[in-house]
C-alpha cells in the first residue's frame, strides 16, 4: 500500500458517507415536501422517484401546450377497450340518463353527480394532445368541468394529498397528486370537438389529465375518492398501473 | 481513470437503452412526422416487423408479447444514469483538461497534410502505429467530440421532447423539433447513429487488437505497460 492509495482510500470513503447523509437528507426533504411517488420501491424506484420529484419541482403550474383548432385531428383515435360489462351496456342502452359521478373520502360534502348536473356548471374547454405510452398522438378539443371545480363543490379537505378516480369496468383506476387535481387543465371531460363524448374516447365521462400520457386519462370514470392514504388501494402503489409494471407517474 | 469508468457506464446504459427502446418501437413499429400520427394518419414509413399491439396493422397474423412495461422503466431509470455519467464526464474532463488535451485536435492535427495522411492510412487499412496506442489521432478526436457533444446531447433533447410534463414547462424542447411525432422520429434515427457509432468503433477496436485494447480501456494498462488514461 502506497501513501496515496491509502489517501484514495481515505477521500473515498470522507466521499462515500458524504454521499450517502446526503442521500439520506434528500429522502427525508422529498418525502416532506411530496416528491416521493407511490411506486418509489423496487428495481425501478429510484428512476421512478427522480422523474416525479425533478417533474413536480419544474411543472407544479406549467401548462400543458394547446393547440389551435386547425390542428386538432381529423379523426380522433377510438383506442380499443376490453368489451363492455353488463352493468355499462346497461347505461349506455338508457343513453347516460342515470350515470353518476360519486364523490367521497376526505370530502366535507360527499356528493353524488349526474353528467346534467356537470354540464350545468362554467364548462370548459382545452385544445390538447392524447400521447399514448406506446407512441401515437392525435390533438382533440375536450369540453368539460375542472376537477378542482368539483373539489371545491364537496369541500375536499386541505391536507387531502391525492384523488383516486375509478372506472365503471373493473380494475382501471388511478390516481393523482393534489398538484394535478388542482391544475386548470385537468378536467372531467364530456365532449370532444363541440359534441357528446363518444363512448370510444371515454364517453359519458372521462378524465384528461394533459400533462400525462394517455393511460392516466382514463374512460367511463364513474367515482373520485380524495385521500391521504395510497395503502388502502389495490397494492399501495397508488394505480392499477404500477401493478402492471407502468409508471404510476405518467409524466415522464 | 474516469474516463474508463464512465465509458463502460455508458456502454452498459447504452445496450440498456437500445434493448429497451427497441422493445418500445415493437408496440407502434410506425414512424410520423409533425406533430400528431396514429394508425388513422399516413406514417412517413413503418418497420416491417410484428406489433405487441392489437391497434396496430400490421398484416402479420398474430400479436408480439407486451414488453412495455419494464422497458420504459428501464429506458427511464437508465436515462437518468446515462446524464449524470455524462454531467460528471463533461466536468471532469473540463477540470483535468481531458478535453483541451485528449479530443480537442490541435492546429497541426487540423492541416490538410496531417488530416489526407490520416484517411490515407484508414483507407489503406493499415494496422494502427504504436503511437495510436497513447494518443487519439484527428479523426478519432472529431468523430468523438461528434458523439459525446452532438449525438449524445441530441438523443436526450428528442428525448425530453417525449415527455408531455417537461414539454409543459419548457415547450420549446419540442416545438423546436417541429412536433412531437418529429422529435419521435428524430429520437430514433439519432440512436441509429450512435449504432453506427458503435459497430465502427468496435471494428476499429478490433482492427487495433481487440483484446489488447480493450484490456487497456478496462484496466488503464497497455501491454507495453503505459499508462493509457
Known amino acids: 500500500m502506497t501513501k496515496l492509495s491509502r489517501r484514495k482510500l481515505i477521500t473515498t470513503g470522507l466521499a462515500a458517507t458524504a454521499g450517502i447523509s446526503g442521500l439520506g437528507v434528500a429522502a427525508h426533504l422529498a418525502q416532506k415536501y411530496g416528491l416521493v411517488p407511490p411506486d418509489h420501491g423496487g428495481l425501478y424506484g429510484p428512476g421512478e422517484t427522480l422523474t416525479y420529484a425533478s417533474m413536480r419541482l419544474l411543472t407544479k403550474h406549467s401548462l400543458a401546450r394547446e393547440f389551435s383548432r386547425s390542428q386538432i385531428s381529423k379523426r380522433p383515435l377510438e383506442n380499443e377497450v376490453a368489451p363492455f360489462s353488463e352493468e355499462f351496456k346497461r347505461f349506455q342502452a338508457a343513453k347516460f340518463a342515470d350515470w353518476r359521478l360519486t364523490v367521497d373520502g376526505m370530502v366535507a360534502r360527499p356528493t353524488s353527480f349526474s353528467v346534467d348536473q356537470l354540464k350545468s356548471y362554467p364548462s370548459q374547454s382545452q385544445i390538447t394532445e392524447v400521447v399514448c405510452e406506446e407512441g401515437w398522438s392525435y390533438v382533440a378539443e375536450w369540453n368539460g368541468v375542472p376537477m378542482s371545480h368539483i373539489l371545491d363543490l364537496v369541500g375536499a379537505h386541505p391536507q387531502a394529498k391525492y384523488v383516486f378516480y375509478f372506472s365503471i369496468e373493473p380494475d382501471w383506476w388511478e390516481s393523482m397528486d393534489m398538484a394535478d387535481a388542482l391544475h386548470p387543465q385537468t378536467f372531467l371531460t364530456y365532449g370532444m370537438n363541440g359534441s357528446e363524448l363518444p363512448v370510444g374516447n371515454g364517453g359519458p365521462l372521462r378524465v384528461r389529465l394533459p400533462r400525462q400520457l394517455g393511460y392516466k386519462s382514463v374512460k367511463f370514470i364513474n367515482r373520485l375518492i380524495v385521500t391521504d392514504d395510497v395503502k388502502k388501494f389495490g397494492k399501495g402503489l397508488g394505480s392499477v398501473s404500477p401493478e402492471g409494471g407502468y409508471a404510476w407517474y405518467a409524466g415522464i | ?229
Open chain 2, 1 to 229: 481513470m474516469f474516463v474508463r469508468v464512465t465509458h463502460w457506464i455508458t456502454t452498459l446504459c447504452f445496450f440498456a437503452l437500445l434493448i429497451s427502446g427497441a422493445e418500445i418501437v415493437v408496440s407502434h413499429p410506425r414512424f410520423y412526422w409533425g406533430e400528431t400520427g396514429n394508425v388513422l394518419t399516413e406514417p412517413l414509413f413503418k418497420i416491417p416487423i410484428p406489433s405487441s399491439r392489437n391497434l396496430v396493422p400490421t398484416g402479420y397474423g398474430y400479436v408480439m408479447p407486451d414488453q412495455n412495461g419494464w422497458s420504459r422503466a428501464l429506458h427511464f431509470q437508465t436515462a437518468w444514469v446515462l446524464v449524470l455519467t455524462g454531467l460528471l464526464y463533461v466536468i471532469v474532463s473540463l477540470i483535468t483538461e481531458h478535453l483541451r488535451k485528449n479530443l480537442l485536435p490541435s492546429k497541426a492535427d487540423l492541416s490538410w497534410r496531417n488530416c489526407v495522411g490520416v484517411i490515407a492510412h484508414h483507407l489503406r487499412l493499415e494496422k494502427p502505429s504504436e503511437a495510436d496506442a497513447s494518443s487519439y489521432n484527428v479523426l478519432q478526436r472529431i468523430t468523438y467530440l461528434l458523439v459525446i457533444f452532438i449525438l449524445f446531447p441530441s438523443v436526450i433533447w428528442t428525448g425530453l421532447a417525449l415527455s408531455p410534463a417537461f414539454d409543459s414547462a419548457f415547450p420549446a424542447t419540442v416545438n423546436l423539433l417541429g412536433g412531437r411525432q418529429s422529435a419521435r422520429t428524430l429520437h430514433f434515427f439519432i440512436t441509429l447513429a450512435l449504432v453506427l457509432f458503435l459497430l465502427v468503433h468496435v471494428v476499429l477496436v478490433w482492427r487495433a487488437g481487440f483484446i489488447n485494447r480493450t484490456r487497456a480501456m478496462i484496466t488503464g494498462q497497455s501491454s507495453n505497460r503505459e499508462e493509457v488514461q
